[in-house]
């Protein structure tokens, strides 16, 4: 025998049964709201990870197999900026062009300049530890091209700084005159 404690639901009743769950979410959400973080329990259980999809076949096999772009060029033409005194930043910027000078696909294709200006003078200046670095990328055929204005802005001379290396008027005016001619910006 069926209980009469559980009313059967009709059709006209579930709009209402709806209507009734919306009210009481609404009234959660509005209780959730106000209450303070410290009104919360402090052993609250994290929601649960969503559940990923698995990956595209067809883009999986595809990236599988790709080995970065071809380069189809004859040449290549990339200008590094340099203007910041964090060896970090210096030791990236460095490490960087070696990097691309290395790339099997640019051999032989790759003229590269270094800009450096502003804080980025130090990595020009004699006393500093980056010459190494900068005298392998000077052997492989890279321009190093300080800003005179910082040079100036320092108190620095040329014999302050490496002795291969070419001072330009302006850092800035160089980037803007490679940029027009084509050259790619790097900016690490």
């Not at 340099?82 to 460095?94: A, F, V, W, Y």
Request: charged share 15%; hydrophobic share 45%; aromatic share 6%.
């Amino acid at each position: 025998m069926i209980s009469n404690a559980f009313p059967r639901l009709t059709m006209p009743s579930l709009p209402r049964l709806l209507a009734a769950a919306a009210l009481l979410a609404t009234i959660g959400t509005a209780h959730a709201q106000t209450t303070t973080p410290a009104a919360t329990p402090a052993a609250t259980t994290a929601a649960p990870a969503p559940v990923l999809t698995p990956p595209n076949a067809a883009a999986a096999a595809k990236a599988a197999v790709f080995q970065g772009a071809p380069a189809t060029k004859k040449h290549y033409r990339a200008v590094y900026q340099l203007d910041s005194n964090d060896p970090k930043l210096i030791n990236q910027t460095l490490h960087n062009m070696q990097n691309a000078l290395k790339d099997p696909r640019l051999k032989g294709k790759l003229e590269m300049e270094l800009v450096v200006f502003s804080g980025g003078t130090v990595v020009f200046r004699k006393d500093q530890p980056y010459e190494a670095d900068v005298l392998a990328l000077q052997q492989a055929g890279v321009i190093l091209a300080q800003c005179e204005n910082s040079m100036r802005a320092y108190k620095l001379t040329k014999n302050d700084m490496l002795p291969y290396i070419s001072v330009v008027p302006t850092g800035n005016g160089e980037l803007i005159i490679r940029q027009t001619e084509g050259w790619v910006l790097v900016h690490p």
